[in-house]
């Protein structure tokens, strides 16, 4: 699940992820997949001890926080002031194993529909709206592969 969101997020915008722990069987598949589709120089994973301490020097430096969660305010009730955030964002996604310290010091608790879902669609759906769907334009110049867009088959070609 924890490569999907971070894929997710390449795709969609994301400046980059912090993943709780250390996995380098995690960053060996997606430093593979920014060596092939691009994003070296854009997109950064970054693995943290203590996410809590993440969040508070976040917050002091002046960003923003947004905790997706089904128990928050719907995203269509803030999508808008939340376009207007011109500070960095660092997004929370989780399972339902989040901690309750999370609800409580984000600055945005907010949902995709109050109902159980997927983190990685909670993730996509939010990017697209604060992007407005410009997101679906990200091109990576430094990508080695390339898909050539089809209505029919599939057509991906090599750069070097």
Do not use: C
Not at 74 to 87: D, F, R
Not at 107 to 125: C, K, M
């Amino acid at each position: 699940m924890t490569t999907h969101v971070i894929l997710v997020a390449r795709a969609f915008g994301a400046k980059g992820v912090f993943v709780e722990g250390e996995d380098f069987q995690l960053a060996k598949t997606i430093y593979n997949v920014l060596e092939e589709w691009g994003g070296k120089s854009y997109f950064k994973l970054e693995f943290v001890s203590n996410p809590k301490t993440l969040v508070k020097n976040w917050k002091e430096k002046g960003g923003k926080v947004v905790h997706l969660t089904m128990y928050g305010l719907n995203l269509t009730e803030k999508v808008s002031e939340l376009a207007q955030i011109n500070v960095p964002l660092l997004v929370i996604v989780g399972s339902e194993k989040v901690e309750g310290w999370y609800y409580y010091n984000a600055d945005y608790n907010i949902a995709v529909g109050n109902q159980p879902h997927s983190e990685v669609s909670a993730l996509a759906i939010f990017l697209d709206r604060i992007y407005k769907g410009e997101e679906l334009n990200i091109s990576f110049s430094d990508a080695r592969l390339l898909v050539i867009p089809k209505e029919r088959g599939k057509e991906v070609v090599r750069r070097e």
